[in-house]
Every structure is written in C-alpha cells, then in structure tokens.
T-cell receptor, first 115, second 114 residues
Framework: DADVTQTPRNRITKTGKRIMLECSQT?????MYWYRQDPGLGLRLIYY???????NKGEISDGYSVSRQAQAKFSLSLESAIPNQTALYFC??????????????FGEGSRLTVL | QQQVKQSPQSLIVQKGGIPIINCAYE??????FPWYQQFPGKGPALLIA?????SEKKEGRFTISFNKSAKQFSLHIMDSQPGDSATYFC?????????????FGAGTQVVVTP
C-alpha cells in the first residue's frame, strides 16, 4: 500500500458543486501539504499543516479550504468549484523541521476536472 | 517569497548524453534545494537535494551544482538512459523556515532516446 493515499484519483464535476479531496498517510508525519499542479506552472502550495491544530494558507488558497481530521488525514475542499480549478492535486508529507532534508512524500495525485 | 525560473521547458537527448537543467532563484539561499522526478500518472519523488553551503552533490548518475553568488543551481544526468525520461522539477525554499514549503520551477520534460 502507498504511504500517502489520495481519493478520488479522478473526478469530473460541474461548476458550483462542492468537492472534497481526501488524503491519508501511514508515514507518521505531522507535516502535511496540498499542492496543485498545472502544465507550465509547476506545483503551487495551497495549504499546509504542521500538526493537527495548525492550518496555514499557502500561495493560492483562495477558493479552497482544508480540514486536518487527525495526524494521518488532511482533506482539501472546493466549496463551489469553478473551471479554472481544473488541475492535478497532490497531497504530501514531510519529516519535522530538524529532520527535514528536502524531501516531500507525495501521493499519486487527484485529477479534478470542473466543467 | 521565492520565485524560481527553470529552463529548458523540454529536452531530447540520446542515450548516454548529459541532459542539463537549470534553475534560478531570487532570494536568500537557506534550507534545502531539491530536485524532483515525476513519471506520468505518478506523484513527484525526490531525486537529490543540496544545501546552499555546498557547491556540488552527486548521487549515482545525478549531480547538482549550486552557485550561491549567481543564485543558480542545475541538475546534470550523467550517462542518461531511456528510463530517465520524465519531468524534472527544481524547488527552492519559500522562506527562512520553509521545512517543505517550496516554490517549484515550471518543470522540464526530458526524453532520452535509445
């Protein structure tokens, strides 16, 4: 089983619908992230959480919200999806600060299409 | 906030060639500067990372060169193989206490022909 699991892997929805992307991890990491990937733009940070009670906005948080239900679970929500939120979304985890050596552990991604 | 410019956008080399990908960052160098490799349908995976107080790091056929004064770093893939065909992303720490909060480059698609 993957260390970082994302569901759903693919989702097609309509403008205005509420969508939740879920992420669970078995790495035991406190730090979790949501990134968005668009062609030609690389990956951009949406939200991050350094423990269950810590939630922080990233570079492109408008239109998104998150919930950290437990150490292992971090969900991303689009309250009212719009077409320009069509993208590939990645959840990631990392070691805590003193042990961090540049590595993010990514899930396999959730491809979202908003019509 | 860090901005990262990555070039080229795509690269085709023959087996055994040395693809070179360059990245430039804007702000102060701190924490780790990683390179990630991504295959179609998969999430990015760490390839190699370097601290800014080191000028070069090698891991197998992959080498990072870091030029702090020029605010540039590059990835060299020695003796490239068809299995190295993938998209490569560089990343720079966003702030002094980034710990995983990266600014990524736009990516370089590398194709290694047999």
């Amino acid at each position: 089983d993957a260390d970082v699991t994302q569901t759903p892997r693919n989702r097609i929805t309509k403008t205005g619908k509420r969508i939740m992307l879920e992420c669970s991890q078995t790495k035991g990491h406190d730090r979790m992230y949501w990134y968005r990937q668009d062609p030609g733009l690389g990956l951009r940070l949406i939200y991050y959480s350094f423990d269950v009670k810590d939630i922080n906005k990233g570079e492109i948080s408008d239109g998104y919200s998150v919930s950290r239900q437990a150490q292992a679970k971090f969900s991303l929500s689009l309250e009212s999806a719009i077409p320009n939120q069509t993208a590939l979304y990645f959840c990631a985890t990392s070691e805590p600060g003193p042990s961090f050596t540049g590595e993010l552990f990514f899930g396999e991604g959730s491809r979202l299409t908003v019509l | 906030q860090q901005q990262v410019k990555q070039s080229p956008q795509s690269l085709i080399v023959q087996k055994g060639g040395i693809p070179i990908i360059n990245c430039a960052y804007e702000n102060t160098a701190f924490d780790y500067f990683p390179w990630y490799q991504q295959f179609p349908g998969k999430g990015p995976a760490l390839l190699i990372a370097i601290r800014p107080d080191v000028s070069e790091k090698k891991e197998g056929r992959f080498t990072i060169s870091f030029n702090k004064s020029a605010k540039q770093f590059s990835l060299h893939i020695m003796d490239s193989q068809p299995g190295d065909s993938a998209t490569y992303f560089c990343a720079a720490p966003r702030t002094t206490d980034s710990w995983g909060k990266f600014q990524f480059g736009a990516g370089t698609q590398v194709v290694v022909t047999p």
